[in-house]
């Protein structure tokens, strides 16, 4: 019933920018926790950025100061920026949220993955 579905991925050069945006879609009350994570070939997935149902964010170090984690409660969607990106920023990035299906239930859903490379 719920879905969540990234865009935004691509080939940049390094120092370049992009935003990557996630839509969650279908029934549910509220989202809670939204975050993305990336994976790139041969390495484990990790957490890029995360913001709280508060606005409270969390980033991966390596990410600091160069991406940007925001949320529209009123649209169901959350984005990240991405500036001053390195070659080693390519992996798959995948959108995540914590969704409240009913006044009892919530769940932890995934997006496909958008793909983003990062080369001259």
């Known amino acids: 019933q719920v879905q969540l579905v990234e865009s935004g991925g691509g080939l940049v050069q390094p120092g370049g920018s992009l935003r990557l945006s996630c839509a969650a879609s279908?029934?549910?009350?509220?989202?809670?926790?939204m975050a993305w994570y990336r994976q790139a070939p041969g390495k484990q997935r990790e957490l890029v950025a995360r913001i709280g149902s508060d606005g409270i964010t969390n980033y991966a170090d390596s990410v600091k100061g160069r991406f940007t984690i925001s949320r529209d409660n009123a649209k169901n969607t959350v984005s990240l920026q991405m500036n001053s990106l390195k070659p080693e920023d390519t992996a798959v990035y995948y959108c995540?949220?914590?969704?409240?299906?009913?006044?009892?239930?919530?769940?932890?859903?995934w997006g496909q993955g958008t793909q983003v490379t990062v080369s001259s």
């Open positions: 995540a949220a914590n969704i409240r299906l009913t006044t009892v239930r919530s769940y932890d859903y």
């Open positions: 279908g029934s549910f009350f509220s989202i809670n926790a």
